[in-house]
């Protein structure tokens, strides 16, 4: 097991990167230095609980200056929806980590054969910078002295734990 964690990101670190929870923003700015942002395509390594790795090849708003990759959470959280419905249901709403990108021509052999995660971590590179998701204030007008209120992200739609799958527990308490 310690060789696999020293085997584990052995590529330098790629990128800094955030994540945007505001589906309504789309950020054609950088949140950190205002230039103008672009896109690019990551295969990006995602570890969902408990045991599933994940390569999902995503537009990512990019700003050159910061070096900096935006995804958009509920992107990601439907892609992964959709990926785990054929996979497994259960792992649905189970808390995730967008840890690196991997290379296009490694994505493209894990979409023909799936490998181990060892093996895919340690072709994976790191992000130099895993900022917190982003925060935004609200808009409107504020006196000088006055702070605007962050605005809370919108709970996920999809990205949930079903009901269902705790058990039977909560429609044995239902009976009467």
């Not at 609980?49 to 990759?69: F, G, K, S, V």
């Not at 894990?110 to 994976?124: D, F, G």
Request: aromatic share 8%.
């Amino acid at each position: 097991m310690l060789e696999a964690r020293k085997a584990m990101f052995s590529r330098p670190s790629q990128d800094n990167f955030t994540l945007n929870p505001y589906p309504d923003e789309r950020l054609s700015r950088c949140p950190f230095c205002s230039n103008k942002t672009g896109q690019r395509k990551r295969p990006l390594v995602i570890h969902i609980d408990p045991m599933h790795l994940i390569a999902l090849n995503y537009t990512c708003r990019y700003c050159e200056q910061c070096d900096l990759l935006v995804a958009h959470k509920h992107e990601i959280e439907h892609l992964l929806y959709d990926t785990l419905m054929k996979l497994d249901p259960s792992a649905i709403g189970n808390r995730y980590l967008i840890m690196g990108t991997v290379e296009r021509k490694v994505w493209r052999e894990l979409s023909k054969r799936p490998q181990t995660p060892v093996e895919t971590l340690t072709q994976a590179r790191r992000f130099k910078v895993h900022h917190q998701e982003l925060r935004a204030t609200r808009p409107g007008w504020y006196r000088d002295d006055e702070e605007p209120p962050i605005m809370e992200p919108p709970p996920s739609q999809e990205w949930v734990k079903d009901e269902s799958s705790r058990g039977g527990q909560d429609a044995e308490n239902m009976r009467y």
